[in-house]
């Protein structure tokens, strides 16, 4: 051990930077479309391929049917990696997350590097990349929420970078600027992040007179301009007077409002401890803010007080709000991850009992890692797969090693437990990934509709009103038929095959006159279609 200890030691800390950069590749590409679509992923990728059929890039559908929940910029990037791929599906849909993830992790690591130097912010890039909530789950769906994240944190931070130099025109129409892009992703949650947090940085410079400034004017009119420019192209296939409403609707669907006020107190009381569980294993740098100290330590940085001060007027919209997933919350991960960060390598110098605490916890996963994929071939749920125990061996050696550097190198123990965590993602890849996607509700769904289609390919398919299809189906149909199933109350066009929801239609046997032809099953079990045909 002294002698393994002195040799990585005497390592230079490049040979860890390409070793993390290269393990980034494989740990978030590997099986990266082996998992059919879920819901919300179904809805983007859906929206995008409907906008592709029709030709209308302005006003989503949905089956035909106009899509007013979301505005269309991130279905305009999905259709980039679609047609990059050539084909509309699981894998380029996923690496638009996997792509974005890389610029969040540069974002970070550029917005830090000069305030904390290389290290400091090369760590805490990886850090946010290696969360638990982006390594096991977001970075391997289609999903909006880390590109929208990357423009948010972006806007925090162009607020620090531009107000620090006092370059307000550059400061204004940039923030501006990457508000309206948030809203084209995600509508009006952008504006509210935009407006809390311009005001607390220019309190936060003495600045707040500018908010009645020329600069401020520009900026609002940028913004405008480009909002508006798209609304003007909206209205020129739909009304907004349905569009808009639904945009605010969306906004507070998940707060008090709904969800009443005894809802809301219980997830005020629980909201913390779900977002240090959900944000594992960098969530437990919290034990740094258990300090007496803690305010007057945060106050010695700009830049760090900074990043508490985005967290403390932004937070409280989804402290407050009931149903709030933990990927709405990614864009705070960058600012927890510095503040707590500086903390405890305040606690490191110090060796408090935070410190040994964060460090032992941390070392105890390292440990449990390789012994987890060390069991594998004993489980009957994945020791089915082909050379389970040469990738068992492999990677539980794998992670003992890296396990036994995090001891042996203390000094960079952060270093080997980013990189225990990249090698035990891309495992997760080999192993987890197909097994959890073999034969369950989500594959067997998807293989139905496909035979569907081949089954039926030579009727033109509906969907009958408004009847509900879970979304998976949906895309899976439409991929494979390459045209829009559109929604129709018409029930008498010959040859048609028609999809039918039997809880939202109970006598679709009167209206076809005859029972139906087939199932489809969706992946929820209690979702069953109908099948009719008009011959």
């Known amino acids: 051990m002294p002698v393994l200890s002195g ?13 993390v950069l290269l393990l980034f590749i494989p740990a978030h590409l590997i099986n990266l479309g082996v998992a059919p679509f879920n819901g919300d ?13 029709s030709g209308n890039y302005i006003a989503p559908t949905m089956h035909g049917a106009p ?8 279905n305009w990037i999905l259709l980039v990696f679609f047609k990059l791929f050539g084909y509309f599906g699981e ?6 997350t996997v792509f974005f993830l890389g610029v969040y992790a540069w974002a970070v690591y550029r917005f830090n590097r000069k305030a904390f130097g290389f ?25 909006i929420d880390t590109t929208f994240s990357v423009v948010i944190y972006t806007l925090f931070m162009s607020i620090w970078y531009f107000g620090n130099r006092g370059q ?6 940039s923030t501006y600027f990457l508000m309206a892009a948030g809203f084209l992703l995600k509508g009006l949650p952008a504006i509210v992040f935009q407006g809390l947090s311009l005001t607390a940085g220019l309190l936060f410079f003495g600045q707040w007179r500018r908010l009645f400034s020329l600069q401020h004017l520009a900026g609002i009119t940028l913004a405008a301009a480009i909002m508006a420019g798209y609304l003007w192209a909206y209205v020129q296939y739909r009304p907004l007077e349905v569009l808009l409403p639904n945009l605010a609707e969306e906004s507070v669907k998940r707060t008090a409002v709904v969800f009443g006020w005894w809802n809301t107190v219980k997830h005020v009381f629980r909201f913390p401890f779900d977002s240090v569980y959900h944000f594992l294993p960098f969530s437990l740098l919290i034990l740094a803010w258990f300090n007496r100290h803690f305010w007057s330590r945060i106050r010695q940085n700009r830049l760090v007080f900074f990043n508490f001060l985005m967290l403390a007027v932004n937070l409280p919209l989804y402290w407050s709000s009931v149903q709030v997933y933990a990927r709405y919350l990614l864009m705070f991960i960058p600012l927890f991850t510095i503040l707590s960060f500086y903390l405890m390598e305040q606690e490191r110098e110090n060796d408090s009992w935070r410190y040994r605490m964060f460090y032992i916890l941390l070392g105890v996963l390292c440990l449990l890692l390789p012994l987890a994929f060390l ?5 009957p749920e994945v020791n089915f797969l082909p050379g389970i125990w040469s990738l068992s061996l492999t990677f539980g050696l794998a992670l003992a090693f890296a396990a036994g550097c995090y001891f042996a190198d203390k000094k960079r123990y952060l270093w080997w437990s980013i990189v225990s965590l990249l090698v035990a993602r891309t495992a997760f890849d080999l192993t987890i990934l197909p097994t959890r996607h073999y034969e369950n509700d989500v594959s067997i769904a998807k293989r139905n509709v496909y035979q569907l289609v081949e089954k039926y390919d030579r009727h033109r ?6 009847s509900y299809l879970r979304e998976p189906a949906s895309f899976y149909m439409t991929q494979r038929l390459g045209y829009i199933v559109q929604r129709t109350a018409n029930t008498d066009m010959p040859g048609a095959l028609y999809l039918v929801n039997p809880e939202e239609y109970p006598l679709s046997d009167f209206y076809f006159r005859s029972g139906p032809v087939d199932t489809l099953q969706t992946d929820y079990r209690e979702y069953k279609i109908l099948v009719y045909l008009r011959e």
């Open 41 to 53: 992923e179904a809805i983007r990728s859906l929206v995008a391929l409907e906008m592709h059929l």
């Open 7 to 19: 040799r990585l030691r005497a390592l230079p800390t490049r040979y860890l930077v390409f070793l």
């Open 91 to 96: 894998y380029p849909a996923r690496t638009a």
């Open 168 to 173: 307000w025109w550059q400061l204004f129409l």
């Open 119 to 143: 290290e400091f912010a090369f760590l805490s890039a990886f850090m946010v990349v290696t969360t638990g909530r982006f390594l096991i789950y977001d970075s391997m769906l289609g999903l």
């Open 375 to 379: 069991a594998l071939p004993f489980v």
């Open 461 to 466: 398919w509906y969907v009958l009103g408004e």
């Open 67 to 74: 899509y007013i929940n979301k505005p269309p910029l991130f």
